[in-house]
């Protein structure tokens, strides 16, 4: 401010010391701002998190895509493998492993609960 535009009316004055203290106060909550290093970290921080958490949420989206992506293969190439093993000519015993598994987890039980009671006996 030079010497010219000084106002020489009080009222005039009070309101230019008004108006430069409201400017100093918001000069000193700026420096105050930038030397509170332990704020400026917490609010780092804070934005990193943020970001990391968008980066998060953007990976499952893919990551739930993807899965469906490779459920809708997996389930089509099962049906595939089925009907050629339905289709082939094989033995029934082949074609439907269920039965073949069941007889032979009877015979593994059968089989133990002999040797348990022989064990037992013994």
């Given at each position: 401010?030079?010497?010219?535009?000084?106002?020489?009316?009080?009222?005039?004055?009070?309101?230019?010391?008004?108006?430069?203290?409201?400017?100093?106060?918001?000069?000193?909550?700026?420096?105050?701002?930038?030397?509170?290093?332990?704020?400026?970290?917490?609010?780092?921080?804070?934005?990193?998190?943020?970001?990391?958490?968008?980066?998060?949420?953007?990976?499952?989206?893919?990551?739930?895509?993807?899965?469906?992506?490779?459920?809708?293969?997996?389930?089509?190439?099962a049906a595939t493998v089925r009907h050629?093993?339905?289709?082939?000519?094989?033995?029934?015993?082949?074609?439907?492993?269920?039965?073949?598994?069941?007889?032979?987890?009877?015979?593994?039980?059968?089989?133990?609960?002999?040797?348990?009671?022989?064990r037992r006996r013994s």
């Amino acid at each position: 401010m030079s010497g010219v535009d000084k106002p020489t009316d009080p009222a005039a004055l009070r309101a230019e010391i008004a108006t430069t203290r409201a400017e100093l106060g918001h000069t000193i909550e700026a420096l105050a701002a930038k030397t509170d290093v332990k704020a400026r970290a917490q609010d780092a921080a804070g934005q990193v998190t943020g970001a990391a958490r968008e980066k998060l949420g953007a990976v499952r989206n893919q990551a739930a895509d993807l899965t469906g992506a490779v459920a809708d293969k997996a389930s089509s190439a099962a049906a595939t493998v089925r009907h050629a093993v339905r289709d082939a000519d094989l033995p029934a015993m082949v074609r439907r492993p269920v039965p073949l598994a069941a007889l032979v987890l009877g015979t593994v039980a059968v089989g133990l609960a002999i040797y348990l009671l022989r064990r037992r006996r013994s």
